[in-house]
């Protein structure tokens, strides 16, 4: 069975400062992928950042970029310069072919 | 507007009454999946159709849920006599069947409550 956990229910950051935001999962698949999707209030889940289990170069988009520790399990999101449009709710999810399992996610605030 | 759209938006309707969701993938993309999120919670997988044919389902998806997705285009979730507990955001995604094929994009969602 997946499983994947995220830690910190909510996190504030202060607008252009950098925040990190933790998950860890645990699959017996050799093969996998890891996401973070990002839920504004009342919209829709939006695909922020996608990293291959077979990859070892961490995936970055833009302000976005992951720590991905595949020994420990581990998928943090950092965020750099943070913007108001960034405050959402923030899921973490693995997939081995088909469903995607999510954790319980991270409500983020960004102060101005 | 090419991303996954699911009709309706919002659902109220009575507890033991029968309703039903539409999704509408994005026209590529030949997977489509079914999911339930409940307020303050990650979405929960409920089942998965590549085409036509459904592969997948949850233990989430009581007797009283059937999906289907007859032409391998548009999917439809059912669920007969609602009950309290029902009461969810249902989304749909989609993804293609190759290339990236776990990237899996969102409709906006049916919000279903059963008073």
């Known amino acids: 069975a997946q499983t994947v956990t995220q830690s910190q229910p909510e996190m504030s950051v202060q607008e252009a400062e950098t925040v990190t935001l933790s998950c860890t999962y645990d699959t017996s698949e050799s093969d996998y992928y890891l996401f973070w999707y990002k839920q504004p209030p009342s919209r829709q889940m939006i695909l922020v950042i996608r990293q291959e289990a077979y990859k070892q170069q961490n995936a970055t988009e833009n302000r976005f970029s992951v720590n991905f520790q595949k020994a420990a399990k581990s998928f943090s999101l950092k965020i750099s310069d943070s913007q108001l449009g960034d405050a959402a709710m923030y899921f973490c999810?693995?997939?081995?072919?088909?469903?995607?399992?999510f954790g319980e996610g991270t409500q983020l605030t960004v102060n101005p | 507007d090419t991303g996954v759209s699911q009709d309706p938006r919002h659902k109220i309707t009575k507890r033991g009454q029968n309703v039903t969701f539409r999704c509408d993938p994005i026209?590529?993309?030949?997977?489509l999946y079914w999911y339930r999120q409940t307020l303050g919670q990650g979405p929960e997988f409920l089942t998965y159709?590549?085409?036509?044919?459904?592969?997948?389902k949850s233990r989430l998806l009581s007797d009283r849920f059937s999906a289907e997705r007859p032409k391998g285009s548009f999917s439809t979730l059912e669920i007969q006599r609602t009950e309290q507990g029902d009461s969810a955001m249902y989304l749909c995604?989609?993804?293609?069947?190759?290339?990236?094929?776990?990237?899996?994009?969102f409709g906006p969602g049916t919000r279903l409550t059963v008073t």
């Open positions: 999810g693995q997939t081995s072919g088909s469903r995607l399992t």
């Open positions: 026209s590529e993309h030949n997977r």
């Open positions: 995604a989609s993804s293609p069947l190759l290339g990236l094929v776990n990237e899996q994009y």
């Open positions: 159709f590549q085409n036509e044919a459904q592969l997948e």
